[in-house]
């Protein structure tokens, strides 16, 4: 019996495909993947930059750290270097026995010091007044000098006022005698009239002045008829003849009286000579007014006034007035009478001598005990 041998693709029962399922859950799947390793991947770079962040922190705080340690390095050597130098300077001080000697030597030098500085003011006051007096005397021989030397009443009494005063600051009583003898001194120069030796120089110069612009004057001569004039006929008085040698009769006269002196008219160097002569009288008359020297003050305005009379016409107005003019100042003092200051100076020495003699007789007895 055969029998027909189906095949088992044939024999067994076709089972219908499934239903394709639909695609949509595996691509939401898939995207879901694709988002979650997206979001881990930026989760893992959030997570590596906050790493470097945080590894760039710790390296900026280990950098500072270290730079701080360097300071503090260097401030710990500085330390250790002062508190060395320190040590060596404590070493070098000494000990507080030396220390208490040093303080004990220094006390006692104060106190010498103290009293060297009040034996030095002692001797020091006593050096002062002592030079105030030789200060004095010296004021005095001063004002006597000036009086004998430049008749100065001024400065002479200015001196001895000064010499006085120094007398006064002493209060002494054993300078009663000098001051009395000073104040006398002083009476007698207050006396004294002074002759103004400034005006009489301030005159001499304008003199001097006008004597350098003096000029000759030229001389008219009045025809009183010993002339050529006289000699002439009368009747033609009218002719220019006539009045032509009326006009030069004034300047020209010729004289026969051979007996009279001749004064020739000054002119050019002539006349400058005799202007310096005139001059240099009047200067020397000015040194003699401010030196006080009466004779030389005499004898150069006479000198002055006998070159004025011998060489100008008397009808010149300038040389009529420097002729009243040294006629005035001829008469006036230029010297006075100075008091004699020898009384006040020797008075002054006497107490001077007086006053160290007596100084000088405690200090020999407290020399004899000094010695041992």
């Known amino acids: 019996m055969s029998e027909t041998v189906l095949p088992k693709e044939n024999l067994e029962p076709r089972l219908e495909a499934p239903a394709p399922m639909s695609t949509e859950p595996s691509k939401r799947r898939g995207n879901s993947l694709v988002i979650l390793a997206l979001l881990?991947?930026?989760?893992?770079?959030?997570?590596?930059?906050?790493?470097?962040w945080q590894v760039r922190i710790l390296l900026a705080g280990h950098q500072q750290q270290s730079g701080q340690l360097q300071d503090i390095g260097a401030q710990t050597q500085t330390l250790k270097e002062n508190e060395l130098q320190l040590a060596m300077r404590l070493a070098q001080l000494p000990a507080a026995d030396e220390l208490e000697n040093r303080r004990r030597l220094v006390a006692q030098l104060q106190g010498d010091q103290q009293r060297l500085?009040?034996?030095?003011?002692?001797?020091?006051?006593?050096?002062?007044?002592?030079?105030?007096?030789a200060?004095?005397?010296?004021l005095v021989r001063l004002a006597s000098l000036?009086?004998?030397?430049?008749?100065?009443?001024?400065?002479?009494?200015?001196?001895?006022?000064?010499?006085?005063?120094?007398?006064?600051?002493?209060?002494?009583?054993?300078?009663?005698?000098?001051?009395?003898?000073?104040?006398k001194s002083l009476a007698a120069l207050r006396s004294v009239e002074q002759p103004d030796r400034t005006g009489l120089f301030l005159q001499l110069a304008a003199l001097r002045d006008q004597a350098a612009q003096l000029n000759a004057l030229a001389p008219e001569y009045e025809d009183k008829g010993g002339s050529l004039l006289g000699l002439t006929s009368d009747s033609d008085t009218s002719s220019r003849w006539v009045q032509w040698w009326d006009k030069i009769s004034h300047?020209?006269?010729?004289?026969?009286?051979?007996?009279?002196?001749?004064?020739?008219?000054?002119?050019?160097?002539?006349?400058?000579?005799?202007?310096?002569?005139?001059?240099?009288?009047?200067e020397q008359?000015?040194?003699?007014?401010?030196?006080?020297?009466?004779?030389?003050?005499?004898?150069?305005?006479?000198?002055?006034?006998?070159?004025?009379?011998?060489?100008?016409?008397?009808?010149?107005?300038?040389?009529?007035?420097?002729?009243?003019?040294?006629?005035?100042?001829?008469?006036?003092?230029?010297?006075?009478?100075?008091?004699?200051?020898?009384?006040?100076?020797?008075?002054?020495?006497?107490?001077?001598?007086?006053?160290?003699?007596?100084?000088?007789?405690?200090?020999?007895?407290?020399?004899?005990?000094?010695?041992?």
């Open 285 to 372: 008359a000015q040194w003699a007014a401010l030196n006080g020297e009466p004779q030389v003050y005499t004898q150069a305005l006479t000198e002055a006034r006998s070159v004025l009379l011998g060489n100008f016409n008397q009808d010149n107005p300038q040389s009529k007035f420097l002729d009243e003019r040294i006629q005035a100042l001829i008469t006036q003092p230029v010297s006075v009478m100075t008091p004699d200051l020898a009384q006040s100076l020797s008075a002054v020495q006497a107490y001077l001598e007086r006053r160290h003699a007596s100084v000088e007789q405690p200090a020999a007895p407290a020399k004899q005990e000094a010695r041992p």
């Open 146 to 183: 000036r009086l004998s030397a430049l008749q100065d009443i001024n400065s002479a009494q200015a001196l001895v006022q000064g010499a006085d005063e120094i007398l006064r600051e002493q209060d002494d009583p054993g300078s009663f005698a000098a001051r009395e003898q000073l104040a």
């Open 135 to 138: 200060e004095a005397e010296h």
């Open 40 to 52: 881990l991947g930026a989760a893992g770079v959030a997570a590596g930059g906050w790493g470097v």
């Open 251 to 282: 300047y020209i006269r010729i004289d026969f009286n051979a007996d009279k002196n001749i004064r020739p008219l000054l002119a050019g160097q002539s006349l400058t000579q005799v202007r310096l002569a005139l001059t240099l009288a009047l």
């Open 117 to 133: 500085s009040q034996r030095l003011e002692t001797v020091l006051g006593a050096s002062r007044k002592d030079w105030r007096l």
